[in-house]
Every structure is written in C-alpha cells, then in structure tokens.
C-alpha cells in the first residue's frame, strides 16, 4: 500500500500533539476495558471559565443539574461590534468517544473560543456524562436536557443571545450526539428556541462492517479501528453490537427520518480520516431522506483537524460554517 494513501504530510507539531492524545486514552485504559478516572485526571489538562476577556471572548459555567454533573460552558464575543447585534447560539458537543474530554478540557476550551471569535457567536459547550460509567442513551438524555434548560432559561446567555436562531454543531461523538438530538428536539414542544442548522464535524458513526477507509487508515492515531472498537463497546448496552441504530445511523435498523423535522446540514469529512467512509453515507442517507445538506471534503486532512488553527484546512472550515450560518438565518427571516 503506498505510504501517501495512509500518512497525510503534517507539521511534526501537529503530529506530535496527535501522538500525545492517542497515548492518553491508551495510558488510561485498564485491562477490563475500562479507564482509569484518577490517571486521565492528571493527563486531561483543564482550565477555567475567564470572565475576563481572551482574544475577544468570555466565558462562564452554568450548572444544569449538580447531581448528574450536567453543566455547560457559555462563550461570548467581548468586542465593541456585538453591542447591538443578535447573536445566533451554537450549541455544541465535544468528541473523544462518549468517554473523554470535557468543555474545561484544553482542546476544547481552545476549540469553543475559536468558534466563537470566529463566527461571532455564542457558544454552549455541554458537559455530558461519560461513558463507560454511564452508557447510551445517558448522553443523548443530557444533550436534549440541555436544550430543554436552554429554552426555559435562555436569559442566562446574556441579553444578545437570539435562541430563535440556535445551531446544533458537534465533531466526532459529538457529531454523533448532535444527529441524534437533532432528532429528539424535533419531537419536543418547545417555547421560544428554535434549531435551525446542523454544523457535523466528522461525526463517529460505525458498523461491523470494516470500510475501505478504516482498513487503509486503522493505524491512524485517536480513531484507529482498535480505539473505535473500544469506544463502542464502552458505549452501548451489553448484548448490543455496532449495527445498532446509534452507531450505524444508515444501516438496517436506521431510522425513518422523513418525516422528521430535521435541521439543514453542512458536513464537513477529511480523507485522512478512518471514519470517512461511514460519514458519507450518512450524507448519503440524509439526502435519500429527504434532508438538506451539504458535503464538504477536504482531502488532505486528518481527524480532528480543527484542533489545529494553523492547519490552512481549519480557515477554509471557519469560512465555510460561517457561510452556512449566515445562509441559514437569511433563511429564517
């Protein structure tokens, strides 16, 4: 197999930061299967909200619910322009598998402050509860949770916050989690916020099948077809298997989304990535649907890419979601 089919031409940092994450969730996972909580404790670098402004953005928790460790991490433009504007709300999902990182994880702190600066948006990143402790469908409970809370208390983002124009964005589980709310707020009576876009960042979906992508790609670090294995199995009830219609979300037990109210989609896929395979036929589901989105492939790049402001990649990323936001909420008026 040619090497340039599998290894993308990286930035040795790049490569580096991608060694070090994949070699955490190898340190911190027993030999049951499990992870080592108090060791992943020490490796996950955290930080804390910033209330003072950082590059143009602040940032506060909000606790949901303590007793299920529900909270989220809202992010705001702190420059002069937003002072009369209405803000869309992105409310957003963070990776690692169901079962690592958090919104004060580093990555994703970073991440959620790029977007908002980006895109001059507000951002909820939500904390939800980790598998293999908690298993489906724990986190699309939370994830729906917090939309409900959002809708009920959305003065809580701050006065320039427009919940009629809220989007749904998520990479990788996250992604996953994000379809799937998608479809559980189309069944929910809500009173004021609206989901009118769907941002899906190389989202994690499987099946027993092995794809060309995965066989190419398996050693690749963070999604290697062991790894993903893993995450599955952590994941889903015992007795289940990866044709479930959570992991195989076009597969032979899908949904019927048809019918569905469900948000327009922009998709964004990296040939790089092991799970490229599964996510364009989710695209391809989606459209056979009857679903509105749109499939943006960046050859060159690696999962999780957008960790990586310097990636030119992660610019044409920020360009394209902002294009589909303001599109979107055109489409509103």
């Known amino acids: 197999m040619n090497i340039a089919t599998t290894k993308p031409l990286l930035p040795w940092k790049i490569r580096f930061a991608m ?21 992943l404790n020490l490796i996950d670098l955290k930080i804390p909200p910033k209330a003072n402004p950082i590059n143009g953005v602040t940032s506060s928790d909000v606790v949901v619910d303590p007793t299920r460790n529900l909270w989220f ?8 322009s937003v002072v009369t504007a209405s803000l869309p709300v992105i409310l957003f999902f963070h990776g690692g598998g169901f079962a690592f990182m958090s919104p004060s994880s580093i990555t994703y702190d970073t991440l959620c402050r790029l977007l908002c600066r980006s895109l001059n948006a507000i951002v909820i990143s939500v904390n939800y509860r980790l598998a293999p402790e908690y298993r489906f469908p724990t986190q699309y409970d939370d ?11 959305y003065t809580v983002l701050g006065e320039f916050a427009n919940v009629e ?21 189309s069944l929910e009576k809500l009173k004021v916020l609206k989901v009118i876009g769907l941002v899906s960042m190389q989202p994690f979906f499987g099946g027993e099948e092995r794809t060309e992508s995965e066989m190419r790609l398996k050693y690749q670090p963070v999604v290697s077809i062991d790894k993903t294995d893993w995450y599955w199995k952590m994941f889903l009830q015992d007795g289940s298997n990866r044709e479930h219609e959570a992991v195989n979300v076009s597969g032979p037990n899908a949904m019927d989304i048809s019918n569905v109210d469900y948000p327009n989609t ?22 056979k649907s009857g679903k509105e989105v749109e499939l943006i492939e960046f050859p060159n790049a690696i999962h999780a890419f957008y960790y990586f402001e310097d990636l030119p990649e992660t610019s ?5 979601v902002k294009d589909f936001i303001a599109k ?3 489409n509103e008026k």
Request: some cysteine; glycine content about 8%; proline content about 1%.
């Open 19 to 39: 060694s070090i994450l994949s070699a955490i969730t190898y340190t911190t996972r027993r030999t049951n299967g499990t992870i080592n909580r108090r060791l």
């Open 73 to 80: 991490r809202l992010f705001t433009p702190s420059s002069n």
């Open 143 to 153: 994830g729906l949770e917090i939309l409900k809370f959002i809708d009920q208390n």
């Open 165 to 185: 124009k809220c989007f749904l964005a998520g990479d990788s589980a996250g992604g996953n989690l994000a379809h799937h709310v998608a479809i559980r707020i």
């Open 266 to 287: 922009i998709l964004f896929v990296g040939g790089f990535d092991s799970l490229v395979d599964w996510q364009k036929r989710y695209y391809e589901w989606l459209r």
């Open 316 to 320: 044409q990323f920020l360009s394209k």
């Open 328 to 330: 979107q909420m055109v």
